[in-house]
């Protein structure tokens, strides 16, 4: 079993101490019973207008995604007819990391 954290918990108790004020922004993410990757990335861009500008940069190049994100991102990509540039852009990625990707999944 993958030791994965426990993203719900994270956020909730993050949301009720430093921003009860965004509960409601929140509620339809963590009403879900698990969280996928892609909801931690609404999740940390739903706050990133609160967070200062370092911590923006530090997250932003200590994320990983596992392969099933990496697919929901590329059919994400497919269904809303974006190109590399576009998706990137949306995912606040790299356009190299995007065709890395589509080289190695598709």
Same mark, same amino acid.
């Given at each position: 079993?993958?030791? +994965?954290?426990?993203?719900?918990? &994270?956020?909730?108790?993050? &949301?009720?101490?430093?921003?009860?004020?965004?509960?409601?922004?929140?509620?339809?993410?963590?009403?879900?019973?698990?969280?996928?990757?892609?909801?931690? +990335?609404?999740?940390?861009?739903?706050?990133?207008?609160?967070?200062?500008?370092?911590?923006?940069?530090?997250?932003?190049?200590?994320?990983?995604?596992?392969?099933?994100?990496?697919?929901?991102?590329?059919?994400?990509?497919?269904?809303?007819?974006?190109?590399?540039?576009?998706?990137?852009?949306?995912?606040?990625?790299?356009?190299?990391?995007?065709?890395?990707?589509?080289?190695?999944? +598709?």
């Amino acid at each position: 079993m993958k030791n +994965i954290p426990d993203y719900k918990r &994270i956020y909730t108790d993050l &949301i009720n101490e430093r921003y009860p004020e965004k509960k409601e922004a929140f509620k339809a993410i963590l009403s879900q019973k698990d969280l996928s990757l892609l909801d931690v +990335i609404k999740c940390s861009t739903i706050l990133t207008d609160v967070e200062d500008k370092n911590a923006v940069t530090f997250n932003q190049r200590h994320r990983c995604f596992d392969r099933q994100t990496i697919i929901e991102i590329l059919d994400y990509q497919k269904e809303n007819g974006y190109n590399n540039t576009q998706l990137a852009r949306h995912f606040k990625l790299s356009r190299n990391t995007i065709a890395k990707w589509k080289k190695k999944f +598709i």
